[in-house]
């Protein structure tokens, strides 16, 4: 866990008491996560029996500060799973602590959830790459992790998992096969790819010769989130899929005008929402091809 001077940001008991708390406002035991990227809180409109709560009235709980993240923890049903979906998630740019980012994922895993879905936003920084392209994240390069800003860091608490997590199966290979698979059932095939995704800290896009050495590391694709949550999700024995939405081309060229702004990225997202939900509802209700199998 992330710690400031000795002392933890996080206490079992604060999870302990968040949990509790929304064990007790809640009917739902929710199997599945879904973590909500930015302009991608849709993606819990079409839920049934559905619970939510603002983070600002869940006890301990950060807030969101981001436009494009509604700040709301939702509740319910897609086909016959229960779920729970964060609509905005937390950042390192937002002033939080690594282990203030990934606080939702120990809740969750205290909460009885077995699978996480994230996604995001993201640059393509692959030539092949086009804006409203969907990624499907094989893997990740952590580099704010290689700097120290790692939710692991500090001491470790058994209760969540073991001191050295292995990532090189972080994302779930069965999961990745299955979406590949309903991709292509619905049409999506042209424009659903897989990558490495790379998180840098942010809030600044990325400087020429910044994007440059991303992709001379092997990196499809960057933004600022998703690897904190992954990396404690794989902590907690939790299986992991990871979609990355493709919003903007990062700039490789210095005689090229155009400029990326946030603003930009929602238009893109919202564009593609309705089928990056098609993909994420269709992959949860057929989840069960992939139970009992270990894929952590």
Known sequence: M???????????DDYKLTTEWLLSKTRHRPKIA????????????????KQSFYYKDIPNFPVSTVPGHEGCLVFGCVKDKSCVFMQGRFHLYEGYSSCKVTFPVRIFKLMGVETIIVTNA???????????????IKDHINL????????LCGPNDERFGIRFPCM?????????????????????????????????????????????????LGSDSVGMSTVPEVTV???CGLRVFGLSLITNQVSLDYSR???????????ISKMRAEMLQKVVHTLIARSHQVDGINSN
Do not use: W
Not at 2 to 12: A, D, M, P, R
Not at 177 to 198: H, P, Q, T
């Open 2 to 12: 992330h710690t400031k001077g000795n002392t933890c940001c996080c206490s079992f």
């Open 34 to 49: 879904v973590i909500c990227g930015s302009g991608l809180g849709l993606l819990a409109d079409c839920v049934t029996n």
């Open 122 to 136: 993201s640059g393509g920084l692959c030539q092949d790459f086009k804006v409203g392209d969907i990624m499907i």
């Open 144 to 151: 704010p992790g290689f700097a120290g800003q790692h939710p």
């Open 168 to 216: 090189s199966d972080a994302y779930c290979k069965e999961l990745r096969k299955l979406a590949l698979d309903i991709s292509a059932e619905l049409g999506y095939s042209n424009f659903v790819r897989e990558g490495v995704y790379c998180m840098v800290s942010g809030p600044n896009f990325e400087t020429i010769a910044e994007a440059r050495m991303l992709q001379v």
């Open 233 to 235: 999700a794989k902590h």
């Open 257 to 267: 005008e155009e400029k990326v702004n946030h603003e930009e990225v929602l238009q």
